[in-house]
C-alpha cells in the first residue's frame, strides 16, 4: 500500500508539471531553446532545405513564429500603431487577424512578444503593456488587462519584448516598477491572482520561466535590476539576486534580456553588453541560490543560448552589432571555443543538432555540437524580408520557421 502511494503521488507530481510545460511558447520547452523533433536533416543541401511555404505581409516584428494545431501564428505592427497577430493555414491563406493593443510608441517598435498558447487560448503581451487572452480558433479576445498601468509598471529603454508564461492556473507577466515586480493573472478571466512586493527598478526584456525544486514550482523571472525566484503558488519572492552589480559598461545597464536557463539545480543568465554570464547554484528546497561562476566570454546579446550535453552554446556581445559564437562549460564556466561566424545571432536546437542565425545578414546554418570547435554542417542565406534578423527560428513537426520583418519562412527539414 506504501509502495502505490508513493508511485501515485510521483505521477500526480510528474503531471501536474507536464501540465504546467505543454504551452506552445517562444523557445520551446520550457523556454530553453530545444524544440521537440526526431528524423530531422541531418545535412541541408547548398541552398538550404526545402521551401514550402512563404508568407508576406504579417506585419513588423522580431517575435518568433508558433505552430499549434496545423495553424500557423505570427503577431506583428501594422498600421504603424497596433500590434497585430494572424493565424494562417499550412497554404498560406489567412484565417484570422486581430488587433490586440498598441505597439510600442519609441525606437523599434516592432512586435516584440511571441504567443503563448494553451488549451485553445492565446496569451500575448502588447508593447505598451496590455496583457490580452483571445480564442486560438477565431481570434476574439476574451479577456484584456491594461496590466503595466493597473500594476504602475515601469519601461525600460525599449519598451516591453516578454513572452507571457503560464502555470497551470494563471498566466504571469512581469511589470516592474514600485507598486510590484511580477503578477499573475486568473487565465480564464484575467483578474488578479497574486502579485509580488516590487523589488524596485523597471522591468527587463527577459520572458521569465518556469522550474521545479524542492517541491516547488518556481517562476524565474528578471527585472532590470534582480533575478528573482518566486512560488508561483502565492508570488511569495523566495529569493532574489542583484545582477545589475554587474552591468559594469555604460551602455546596456538592466538590459536583461535571456530567460534564464535551469537544469538540475542550477541557473543560467547572460544578457549581453559585457555584463558576463552567471551560474546560480539552487538550495535543494528552492528557497535560496549562491553565485557559482562567471563567465566573461558568454555574455549573450539577445539571441538566447542552448545547453547541449554539459555544454552553453550562443553568442557572445563586443557591440550592438558585433558578436562571436562560443562554447563554455556548463560546470566550470571555462571556455571551451570562441569562434567568428558573420556576426551574432539566436540559437535553437532539435534532434541533437543546433540551428544558428546570424543577425546582420541571415547567415543560418546548421551545426554538430562540438565542444572543440564551431563544427557547421550546411549554411545557406536568408534573403526575404527587411531589417535585422532578430526573430529566433522555430521548429515544429519537421519544419523550420523563419521570421524576417514582415515575411515568415517555412521549410521542410523532415529527414
Known amino acids: 500500500m506504501i509502495k502505490y502511494s508513493l508511485v501515485f503521488i510521483f505521477f500526480c507530481i510528474i503531471s501536474f508539471w507536464a501540465i504546467s510545460q505543454e504551452a506552445t511558447q517562444f523557445r520551446g520547452l520550457n523556454r530553453s531553446g530545444i524544440f521537440e523533433g526526431v528524423d530531422l536533416l541531418k545535412q541541408w543541401p547548398g541552398n538550404g532545405p526545402a521551401l514550402k511555404l512563404k508568407i508576406e505581409g504579417v506585419g513588423k516584428g522580431y517575435s518568433s513564429v508558433v505552430y499549434y494545431k496545423n495553424t500557423i501564428y505570427v503577431t506583428g505592427i501594422k498600421k504603424d500603431t497596433l500590434d497585430v497577430i494572424s493565424a494562417y493555414n499550412l497554404k498560406g491563406n489567412l484565417l484570422w487577424e486581430k488587433s ?27 508593447g505598451m503593456g496590455v496583457v490580452v487572452c483571445l480564442d486560438a480558433n477565431s ?7 491594461d496590466a503595466h498601468s493597473d500594476f504602475k509598471g515601469e519601461y525600460h529603454k ?4 516578454e513572452s507571457i508564461l503560464l502555470t497551470k492556473t494563471a498566466a504571469v507577466y512581469v511589470t ?16 488578479l491572482v497574486w502579485k509580488t512586493k516590487s523589488s524596485g527598478g ?11 525544486r524542492g517541491g516547488l514550482e518556481i517562476i524565474l523571472a528578471q527585472t532590470a535590476n534582480d533575478l528573482l525566484a518566486i512560488n508561483s503558488a502565492d508570488g511569495e519572492i523566495l529569493w532574489g539576486y542583484n545582477l545589475i552589480q554587474y552591468h559594469t559598461n555604460r551602455s546596456g545597464k538592466g538590459g536583461n534580456t535571456n530567460p534564464p536557463l535551469y537544469s538540475n539545480g542550477e541557473i543560467f543568465v547572460t544578457s549581453g553588453y559585457d555584463h558576463g554570464g552567471l551560474m546560480f547554484s539552487l538550495a535543494e528546497d528552492g528557497k535560496s541560490a549562491q553565485l557559482k561562476w562567471k563567465s566573461d566570454v558568454l555574455d549573450n546579446h539577445h539571441g538566447g543560448v542552448v545547453l547541449f550535453d554539459g555544454n552553453i552554446y550562443g553568442a557572445n556581445w563586443q557591440s550592438n552589432s558585433k558578436g562571436k559564437w562560443a562554447c563554455i562549460d556548463w560546470e566550470t564556466g571555462n571556455l571551451n571555443w570562441e569562434e567568428e561566424w558573420f556576426n551574432k545571432g539566436s540559437i535553437v536546437s532539435a534532434d541533437n543538432l543546433l540551428y544558428l542565425f546570424e543577425e546582420k545578414s541571415g547567415n543560418l546554418a546548421l551545426v554538430k555540437p562540438d565542444d572543440k570547435k564551431l563544427s557547421i554542417i550546411s549554411s545557406f542565406k536568408i534573403t526575404d524580408g527587411e531589417g535585422p534578423y532578430w526573430a529566433h527560428p522555430s521548429i ?3 519544419m523550420l520557421f523563419v521570421r524576417h520583418g514582415d515575411i515568415v519562412l517555412i521549410f521542410d527539414i523532415k529527414a
Open 139 to 145: 481570434g476574439e479576445i476574451i479577456w484584456s488587462s
Open 100 to 126: 490586440y493593443g498598441r505597439a510600442w510608441a519609441n525606437s523599434f517598435p516592432e512586435t516584440r512578444s511571441t504567443p503563448t498558447i494553451d488549451n485553445d487560448k492565446i496569451y500575448l503581451a502588447g
Open 158 to 161: 525599449w519598451g516591453v519584448a
Open 176 to 191: 516592474g516598477g514600485v507598486e510590484t515586480a511580477v503578477v499573475a493573472l486568473n487565465k480564464h478571466d484575467g483578474s
Open 396 to 398: 515544429y513537426e519537421k
Open 202 to 212: 523597471p522591468r527587463a526584456y527577459a520572458s521569465p520561466t518556469l522550474i521545479l
